[in-house]
């Protein structure tokens, strides 16, 4: 029987790097992350990181839940 494959959204990070290209990270998975030369590369790379990295926590019988940190809002004010 073939099992049915999950599916999940999550925020990437998209940084243009000074000397050219963009760092993809993904906030909830540290270590997530790529690096690419153009914003179309990165938009398509990003999803395919993102599903080996799901795929690997998987493979290990890790779960996704227990790699997710909590995020919470600060709000500071400055001069």
Known sequence: MKSLKKSISSIAVFTFIKGG?????????????????TIEEAQKKAGEVLELWLEELSANKISIFSQTPIFSEIRVSFA
Do not use: A, I, N, R
Request: charged share 0%.
């Open 21 to 37: 290209g963009y760092y993809v990270s993904f906030p909830v998975y540290p270590g997530c992350v790529t690096f690419v030369h």
